[in-house]
């Protein structure tokens, strides 16, 4: 069928793709069109490498809208992971699979937004594969990250004493996914006063920006000893650097920045705005670890957003402390799961 | 459902994986159930990446046989690709997406193919995402290589006058999946005389062992001007190679090393032998160029099994010359479109 994937080929689309969001600036990087492509980290740096599929029906819905954000989201959540390395992204593999009857312009789209995300970050496409399935349309990235040897930011860091510190505000996009799944879609008629709000949480959702330049800052500055993007929610995020790292962690309820769309929306879809904020996931913001010592250089920095304490690392367990001090276990769980502590 | 994919986890199922093939000495890789792994490569060395896609129904069946083959296929495969650059394999990421209902048997049987290609070739999984589908299974592969700078052994380098050399036979596995795709199944009865041919070419389909050790000892010796392995078949490929270095190539069809086991079946199948040897596809031989200068290298060298030259690199055009000199195009095609010219 003429439009299709099946029609272009799948070889001429990988070709497409690289055209549009390959490296640009000469010397091309070898090995595209190759059997395999160079990765050349400048003396005295290591690179540290990610995947992550993102699976039709699974991770996104076609029906969600542009694909171009598609595209995007599914470079910048692989970013995310590269940055919270301590890392700076330096390029990326594709691995696609869908039907022969995807048409042509949702992939370009797709291509498109991967474009996008690349240029943003510098981190060209520097090959892949595409295949014919005849199953949903899956995306597989892989990303690379370079950074100065030494530098790199893991989870298992963090010691007793430690802030813990987060990057910008969390709840938008659990209020997004919420709303998709409600019913509402962009642009169709729903309750006033709440879509300004509606259109941050799907935006955030759709098309997340992760602080890509926070994290190698962190690292390069040593002022993070553990570090962890926020794609399962900050409960279940902040387990696992504890968990790593052998620490427990206590959270101020109120220290937590939650994503002004928030408090309108769980209003409306009849959940508690913390509890959003402390479950939802897919924020893609940093949440991080610093020792006593460091904390000043964060309260000074001139960095927006401005990175925000909103606990400490502590011997063991996972508690969060509500109004009037009253402490409750953090448990990673679903929404409305959470049911922080009447102060 | 016990015994699942779903009911086991995909976090679990990928930690189940890593203890399996991951790095065993120590130190062991940093970043492993990180955000992403760190890649150190050698001082004075680059790296080489590389990604693809075995698809369930499109590059396998299920019903083909024992998962622990489409494991060490699956990294095979990929290693092929990263040896033929001249790089040694030295790690991989996993990016499995499956229904839920995926018997972890299964799923275990390739995790042990996968283990025995990583330590046959030195490199561990390093990480990797899993996560349930609709669709059919998928495993995405990515896999990377060291080399020291300057060797790098692209497909750009052939120059007229070169010598055109080849690994091993060639259409063992293009046997194997006519076989399979004539109903023929291993272990059920077959025609009596033809049992040992075709055990050996269902072994070449199924799992394949490319010669890893090749590509990075041409390329450290400076022996290869250019190379490709040979995945879709000699005529394809070569083509490849010759257009991206602007050249052309001879083959001598007399040259050509055909497996042992392609006559027999050939004839059963009702196939040329040469025909299958030079459109059939999945032998994962390396085909590369060798400087004239640098041939009497070749010829002494001890190595097993020992490369062979099937022709030269010329100005233009890609032609076979058949029995008594005869010199006919040599086109990509499905099998049966080649007809070696009579002589």
Not at 127 to 136: F, I
Request: aromatic fraction near 4%; charged fraction near 20%; glycine fraction near 16%.
């Amino acid at each position: 069928m003429p439009g299709t994937l099946g029609a272009l080929g799948e070889d001429a689309w990988i070709r497409r793709l690289v055209r549009r969001c390959g490296a640009q600036a000469p010397p091309p990087p070898l090995g595209i069109g190759d059997d395999a492509s160079r990765l050349r980290p400048r003396a005295g740096h290591d690179l540290v490498w990610t995947t992550d599929l993102l699976v039709e029906d699974v991770h996104f819905r076609r029906s969600w809208g542009e694909p171009r954000r598609l595209g995007r989201k599914a470079l910048a959540v692989n970013l995310s992971d590269v940055a919270a390395m301590g890392a700076v992204p330096c390029g990326f593999l594709l691995g696609l699979s869908a039907p022969g009857s995807l048409p042509l312009t949702w992939l370009d789209g797709v291509a498109a937004g991967l474009a996008d995300a690349a240029r943003r970050a510098g981190a060209p496409c520097l090959g892949g594969d595409t295949t014919g399935s005849s199953g949903p349309v899956s995306l597989g990235i892989t990303a690379a990250g370079s950074l100065p040897r030494g530098t790199l930011l893991t989870r298992r860091g963090a010691r007793p004493g430690d802030g813990l510190w987060l990057s910008g505000p969390l709840g938008a996009a659990a209020a997004g996914l919420r709303l998709l799944e409600a019913g509402f879609r962009p642009g169709r008629p729903g309750p006033r006063p709440l879509q300004r709000a509606a259109r941050a949480a799907l935006l955030a959702l759709l098309d997340p920006r992760p602080p890509l330049d926070l994290g190698p800052w962190l690292a390069r500055r040593g002022l993070a000893r553990a570090a962890i993007d926020l794609s399962d929610g900050l409960a279940t995020d902040l387990g696992r650097l504890c968990g790593a790292s052998g620490v427990g962690a206590r959270v101020d309820l109120e220290a937590i920045p939650v994503h002004r769309c928030v408090g309108p929306l769980a209003d409306w879809l009849g959940d508690d705005p913390a509890g959003v904020a402390v479950q939802g996931g897919e924020d893609y913001e940093l949440l991080f670890t610093v020792p006593r010592g460091r904390e000043a250089v964060l309260r000074r920095t001139r960095r927006v957003p401005r990175p925000v304490r909103i606990g400490e690392i502590t011997r063991g367990g996972l508690v969060v402390r509500g109004p009037g001090g009253r402490e409750t276990p953090l448990e990673a769980g679903g929404f409305g799961h959470f049911r922080p502590a009447e102060g």
